[in-house]
Nanobody
């Protein structure tokens, strides 16, 4: 069974850091892109970052470039999102999701992602 489980969310002050983890099972990271999405209250879900082990490429939305880093550990079947210099605008539920491997990274179309985790809350206070 394909499963994705997020962890690592919490409450931090502006300027702080968190590392989110997405542990996957039922498939290898070489076969799927893993994306991080977030959804703030009353707003649409948006793509934050994604990684393709197959093609060795990553993508970041403009608002997090230079602050967030996505990485993977194939041995642990885990993808990480290191979030530094957090801002209140980063407050959201963060989801990881999986889609079949593609070299097209910049669009992060939600309906192309077949599997989703349950989400983890990130709250950044001023």
């Amino acid at each position: 069974e394909v499963q994705l489980v997020e962890s690592g969310g919490g409450l931090v002050q502006a300027g702080g850091s968190l590392r989110l983890s997405c542990r996957v099972s039922g498939f290898t990271l070489d076969d799927y892109n893993i994306g991080w999405f977030r959804q703030a209250p009353g707003k649409e879900r948006e793509g934050v970052s994604c990684i393709s082990k197959r093609f060795g490429i990553t993508y970041y939305t403009d608002s997090v470039k230079g602050r967030f880093t996505i990485s993977s550990d194939n041995a642990k079947n885990t993808v990480y999102l290191q979030m530094n210099n957090l801002e209140p605008e980063d407050t959201a539920v963060y989801y990881c999701a999986a889609r079949r491997s593609t070299y097209e990274m910049s669009d992060m179309v939600l309906n192309e992602y077949d599997y989703w985790g349950q989400g983890t809350q990130v709250t950044v206070s001023s």
